[in-house]
């Protein structure tokens, strides 16, 4: 068996022969980037926005409530794996459910291949994400609600302060702490996903995140070092989020507590 020879740096960018390669040198990888940040800032942000809003009505008294607060846990409890097969057989632009309905209701004329059409996919995979995930976020701001004093709400109800002055004063201020612990799982989640994606829409270049596209030159191109070099990248670029996240709190309690 002959000697290895040490590549270095070689699979994450080289110059050779007038040109650069390496998965830095991909542009499909920094397609990947691209759809993976962008993913991950726009579900994100629309979990925490919806996540709030279904917290605060499972936080309000009803008739029933502890039957709502159990069923909207659901999409939560569902493997992602089985939830985007169904969604994608939902979304399915033959026989989909989601076709027939706004083709019913007239919004579209024709049947759209939700998952297969570039301008229509990422979001397609964003409103599945999005539909898992809100129980999540909404079951921790949902702990953080059922904290909160109850006579800084009674005052303001006595001062005849609007609900919506008191909620972006007194509420969101308070449940800050939750929410910036759902939105750094959430990140991190997102950063890194993977089976939603790849159910829905397999190597499609306008929506394969760098988890898919590590996965694609291993397992795919059998390419195990442009595999191993995407895949350190994402771990990188994770742990940097974390990084960035743990500063930023830390000054945040330091603030504070000056």
Request: hydrophobic share 55%.
């Amino acid at each position: 068996m002959g000697a290895a020879n040490l590549i270095g740096f070689e699979n994450y960018l080289v110059y050779d022969d007038g040109r650069w390669y390496g998965v830095l040198a991909d542009s499909v990888w920094w397609q990947s980037v691209w759809n993976t940040v962008y993913f991950s800032v726009v579900s994100v942000s629309l979990e925490v926005v919806f996540g709030v809003m279904v917290a605060l009505i499972l936080n309000a008294e009803f008739k029933g409530r502890v039957i709502v607060r159990a069923a909207v846990l659901i999409p939560w409890a569902i493997p992602t794996i089985v939830s985007a097969q169904m969604w994608a057989w939902m979304l399915n632009d033959q026989f989909g459910i989601i076709n027939h309905m706004l083709m019913g209701l007239g919004v579209i004329d024709a049947p759209i291949a939700w998952t297969a059409n570039a301008t229509y996919s990422m979001w397609a995979v964003i409103m599945v994400d999005v539909w898992k995930t809100i129980p999540f976020v909404a079951l921790l701001v949902l702990a953080a609600l059922q904290m909160l004093p109850k006579d800084c709400y009674e005052a303001a109800e006595v001062d005849g302060i609007h609900p919506l002055r008191v909620f972006f004063k007194v509420t969101l201020p308070l449940i800050t702490p939750a929410l910036m612990v759902a939105v750094i799982f959430r990140l991190l989640d997102a950063l890194r996903v993977f089976d939603v994606i790849y159910v829905l829409t397999s190597n499609s270049t306008s929506t394969m995140s760098m988890s898919v596209y590590a996965r694609q030159q291993l397992v795919e191109f059998q390419d195990v070092g442009y595999g191993s070099a995407a895949s350190t990248l994402l771990f990188l670029i994770i742990a940097l989020a974390t990084v960035a996240y743990l500063y930023v709190g830390r000054k945040q309690i330091q603030l504070g507590g000056d």
